[in-house]
């Protein structure tokens, strides 16, 4: 009968490869070159689902298996992805804005020291261009975002700001993204927080397969004894990957981002493991017990414990520490993020190459935009950057590539991204831009002036939501996709040439 079972379950598995290879072909690597592309005809994603028979035939085996909540293919997700980046633990969620409400939400926790809780009316700071939900969060837990402004070159946050944002007592925190999979200025920033004992989140979610270098001494002044694991040794400097640096990481697998499940997400906790039992409890509900699902009395004393003002032996499965949520993805999802998983070189490789081949190819219009640098690099060569004096460099395992249109230039950004279009060609902004000049923070700043402080005039932040626009890096697209969008960018110009 089991013999019987396990022949049906391979037949079914290898008649869902032969599907998957038949039907996904515009969904296997731009290298591999299955997919049939016309030019002014194939849309040209800015980003999307890089997959093949392999993640179809996990997907189907674990939906066979029907174990539907998180289990088995969930927790080897979270060991294999904390084991690639090197940090104590990996905790799934179903997408990265709940890995964002997680983590920060985590340190809200009554069990943390008074000192380092954060409260009601702390402030946390965050950068003022990107994403909404990087600050969300901040804002749902009662706290306080401070609002600093980007540097236009990298779309990061100007880290000399950080002190003029700083107030005794009040700051407590400091949760940015690394924008585009360009690492922000750790050195930099992780100095900061140092200096003042804050934590430090890293929003990772457009960033996994980035890293970020700097001098031994310097490295070991912050903290940081080693290189994230698979990076070889340096005698004079340390790299890790972006998301081990601070306390708490985030990730995104929704479609576009660097591995995918679908939707879902993870919080890396990087090196101390209380930390691990805080996020878990708010994603699970806010329970105190930390039983895995469909496992019992992990502790030993299940019908031991009195916490509240419960009776003493209540069955912990059902004691809450916390006002938390439910937000685990399902284990068909983890299946696929496990292949994605062992692709993961590959695919930073790829988004690396396409940044370049993007680069070289719109070199020739310097007059017209302004083109963006990786945090620390001072210019651009063919194939290479030019390193300013920090010592610190960095590897962007990029998410988009961003350009500018220089404010002298006889169109704008929206003429831009409407000849783009026309060409489907999918490009897109940088995110919400300048978050303050968001409807739902317009609004915000009205109903509760107080609930944020912003530094600066956000010039930088208004540039990029004027000026910035981005073309896609992802795994998916050929080299043919990439010499015809630097050739429509090249007849687009032309057009105002001959006017």
Known sequence: MEQNINDLKAKILSLTREYSALVHKANRPGSEGLANFVPGVTNIPYAGRVFNEDEVEAAVGSTLDFWLTLGPEGHAFEAELAAFLGVKHTLLVNSGSSANLVALTALTTHKLPASKRLKPGDEVITVAAGFPTTVAPIIQNGLIPVFIDCETST?????????????????KAVMIAHTLGNPFNIAAVLGFCRKYDLWLIEDNCDALGSTYSMPIALAKSLGITENSPGIPKDSTHITRYTGTWGDLSTQSFYPPHHLTMGEGGAVNIVSKSALKRYAESFRDWGRDCWCASGVDNTCNNRFGWQLGELPEGYDHKYIYSHLGYNLKPIDPQAAIGRVQLRKLGSYIEARKNNWQLLREGLNEF??????????????????????????????????????????????????????????????????????????????????????????????????????????????????????????????????????
């Open 366 to 499: 310097e007059d017209y935009f302004d083109f963006s640098l990786p945090t620390h690099a001072s210019s651009w060569t063919k194939h290479s950057f030019k390193w300013d004096e920090s010592c610190c460099s960095t590897s962007s395992s990029w998410f988009g590539f961003m350009i500018r249109v220089k404010e002298n230039a006889p169109f704008n950004v929206r003429d831009l991204a409407k000849e783009l279009d026309r060409a489907k060609i999918g490009n897109r902004m940088l995110f919400g831009g300048n978050l303050l000049r968001q409807p739902a923070f317009v609004q915000l700043k009205r109903d509760r002036p107080k609930s944020l402080r912003v530094i600066g005039n956000l010039e930088g932040a208004d540039a990029l939501m004027n000026q910035a626009i981005f073309l896609g890096t992802y795994p998916g697209l050929s080299h043919a996709m990439i010499r015809f969008e630097i050739q429509i960018i090249l007849n687009f110009i032309k057009s105002y040439k001959t006017v």
């Open 155 to 171: 779309g990061n946050i100007k880290a000399d700001l950080l002190e003029e944002a700083y107030v005794v007592g009040k700051t």
